[in-house]
């Protein structure tokens, strides 16, 4: 065994082992000073072996000095000090320890060869100094730059070094966002990457740093090696590389994202669908174009284009058909503004066009080229036309909201007037007092039943062949107390837009019943219903309360629907028209031939009789057209098993013409106006002899 000898006191062991001129450094320090005497064996040390290794002296002692301290450790120590006594030269070394408790530790042994007089080797004295506290803050800072160059290497930022003008780091995040490799882009000249506008940017930057000034986060643009551009967030900062000033950055590809916000702000500012301007871009642009207009001393018209009979495509072609149709519109719409003035669609199938003009006729021949090219522009097998309401600045209005309220404004007079002769209005003051006009009638209307004001006047249907009166069609009309009777094309469209139309004709059902019911008579009533009360949820339990009520026989009711309302939906309209003929009612198709559908659409209405528009009977002994759409729409209707009625007779001449071509009844006022109730019961009275009057038609 080893011989092994602990000496009590570092003063002691430093002088048995004559290391008289070693600086004392405290005992709080884990450093343990050791002898080897290289003839003897002998291993002197101080204490502290403890308190490094966890051993006590008695331990070492009994199991040999390399037994214990050093057979854990990652190095051989007794081969290391027999090589340096080999050589007779000194050594130091660092190296990991297991200490007695199984935790690791680190130390750094150093020891030198002590000489006699005769330069024979004595011993090695050294000391051995616990370094675990450093050596682990060390391992920690090795472990935290790797951490960090990782997180640098694989951030989602390009990372870069620049200095002298040159890139001196860069991760593959920025390699990846520029398309260069790390070694294209090392050395590169840091401008090289930048277009001219980003230039300018980052050497105000670098000014900036130089003078002491801060820099914020900017945008800049790259120049992707494919010389594509990306748009990318800069934020750099001074730091000093290897000893030298230098600027660290990091570069976040925001390309994307830009493109999102783009394409966000586009379809905040453009309509999806026809990718023309929308409202919102159509006002700003508008507004300031019209601040333009004024300072020039010019003149613009503001143009309202709604599209006639749209909703009927939709209804019935679908709505695929519809956009197909809207955008072709737009397209030529835009077309034909050109340069002139601004566009937008300002929602559904409404147009607006801001144009500038000099003199007014300008706006009417642009206005008759929409009219005439619009419907050329596309391909459908329902007429879609459009109307242009027209106000004007700065005559009418001296900001956009104004101008697109008043063209708004004649364009709803344009529709309310049924005896247009052209498809174009421009706006007058008249039409606002019109507008206030209509909104208290629609407000007026609410009260009319509570207040009486409402009346029905009944318009005989005769018999084509024997003149006798087979029905009454019941027709409400309204006595206002300021403005005296409305006609029901004015209110009727108004108590439909305001939801009273469903009271209103319940109430025209009934009482119509109530009154016929008081003639004694086996008449038929017919009873126009709207739109809104045919596809009304509930429209056909309100029938059969009301017949329940007034045992009306549902053969005598004949509902007169226009082919507007059939063709709205048509699924659903023939749904309730089958179950309003499993009661017996009758059906009659009224206004036909207006435009609205073809005749195809008659094989799938549960229709009993076809009433023919007035617009065609209107002058038709003089209209061979006329005459021919006529004798057409009857025997189409008799091939289906359906009866016609011909409506606005006015002249004997109409009569007998539509008798010769076997129409089945007549209406209008050669026969009899609309009649009172108290006038009906003198009229059946006298149809006897009106029939002898008639009998001239044969």
Request: aromatic share 10%; hydrophobic share 35%.
């Amino acid at each position: 065994m080893d011989l092994v000898r602990e000496i009590k006191g570092l003063i002691p062991f430093l002088t048995a082992t004559e290391q008289n001129a070693l600086d004392f450094l405290g005992r709080d320090i884990n450093i343990v000073f050791w002898s080897y005497d290289v003839k003897t064996n002998e291993f002197l040390f101080t204490e502290g072996m403890e308190k490094i290794y966890g051993y006590k002296y008695e331990e070492i002692k009994d199991h040999g000095i390399w037994d214990i301290l050093y057979k854990h450790a990652d190095i051989n120590m007794e081969d290391l000090l027999a090589e340096a006594i080999r050589k007779l030269e000194p050594f130091k070394e660092e190296y990991k320890v297991t200490k007695k408790d199984g935790t690791v530790g680190w130390v750094r042994t150093k020891g030198r060869p002590i000489f006699s007089a005769q330069n024979e080797l004595l011993r090695y004295n050294g000391h051995t100094l616990d370094i675990s506290m450093n050596k682990f803050f060390e391992i920690e800072r090795d472990e935290s730059e790797h951490k960090y160059r990782t997180l640098v290497e694989n951030y989602a930022l390009g990372v870069y070094i620049s200095q002298d003008g040159k890139y001196k780091y860069v991760n593959d995040r920025l390699s990846e966002i520029t398309g260069y490799s790390q070694a294209e882009l090392l050395d590169m000249e840091f401008d090289q990457l930048l277009d001219t506008d980003s230039k300018d940017i980052v050497f105000k930057r670098v000014h900036n740093f130089l003078n002491g000034k801060k820099n914020e986060m900017t945008e800049i643009n790259l120049v992707h090696k494919d010389t594509s551009t990306k748009r990318v967030e800069l934020y750099s900062t001074l730091i000093s590389y290897q000893d030298k000033l230098a600027l660290m950055g990091t570069i976040l590809d925001i390309t994307e994202k830009k493109q999102a916000q783009e394409m966000v702000n586009y379809l905040a500012y453009h309509d999806s669908l026809t990718d023309i301007p929308n409202r919102n871009l159509f006002n700003e642009r508008s507004h300031h174009e019209l601040q333009v207009i004024k300072a020039n001393g010019k003149k613009a018209a503001l143009l309202f284009i709604d599209l006639d009979q749209f909703k009927i495509v939709n209804d019935t072609l679908g709505h695929h058909e519809g956009d197909m149709i809207l955008k072709k519109i737009a397209t030529k719409i835009k077309d034909l503004v050109g340069d002139k003035g601004q566009i937008a669609r300002y929602g559904g199938d409404e147009f607006v066009v801001l144009l500038k003009y000099d003199e007014l006729n300008e706006v009417e021949e642009f206005s008759n080229l929409l009219l005439n090219e619009i419907p050329h522009s596309i391909a459908c097998q329902i007429k879609v036309s459009p109307s242009i309401g027209i106000s004007l600045f700065p005559q009418h209005g001296a900001d956009i909201e104004s101008l697109i309220r008043f063209a708004d404004m004649a364009i709803y007079d344009l529709k309310s007037n049924d005896n247009r002769k052209q498809n174009y209005i421009f706006y007058d003051e008249f039409m606002s007092t019109q507008r206030i006009r209509m909104n208290q009638l629609s407000n007026d209307l609410h009260n009319a039943i509570e207040e009486d004001q409402l009346y029905i006047v009944f318009q005989p249907k005769l018999n084509m062949n024997t003149l006798k009166i087979e029905g009454l069609e019941a027709l409400i009309r309204w006595n206002h107390p300021l403005y005296g009777n409305i006609s029901p094309d004015e209110f009727i469209p108004l108590a439909e837009n305001n939801g009273f139309i469903h009271k209103m004709g319940d109430w025209v059902l009934k009482n119509a019943i109530n009154e016929t019911l008081k003639l004694n008579h086996p008449i038929t009533l017919n009873v126009n219903i709207s739109t809104r009360q045919l596809l009304r949820g509930t429209f056909v339990d309100s029938v059969k309360t009301i017949l329940k009520e007034t045992k009306f026989p549902a053969a005598k009711l004949n509902l007169e629907i226009t082919e507007s309302v059939a063709l709205h939906d048509v699924e659903k309209a023939v749904e309730i028209l089958n179950q309003l003929k499993s009661l017996g009612i009758l059906i009659s198709l009224d206004d036909f031939g207006t435009g609205y559908s073809s005749l195809s659409y008659l094989t799938k209405l549960p229709v009993d009789y076809l009433k023919i528009d007035r617009s065609f009977i209107n002058d038709l002994e003089n209209n061979d057209s006329n005459k021919t759409v006529v004798k057409s729409i009857i025997k189409v209707a008799h091939s289906l098993n359906m009866k016609v009625t011909a409506e606005g007779i006015e002249t004997k001449k109409q009569a007998e013409i539509l008798r010769k071509y076997s129409c089945d009844n007549c209406q209008g006022y050669y026969f009899s106006k609309p009649l009172p109730f108290n006038e009906i019961q003198e009229y059946l009275e006298q149809s006897k002899s009106k029939r002898a009057w008639y009998s001239t038609l044969r």
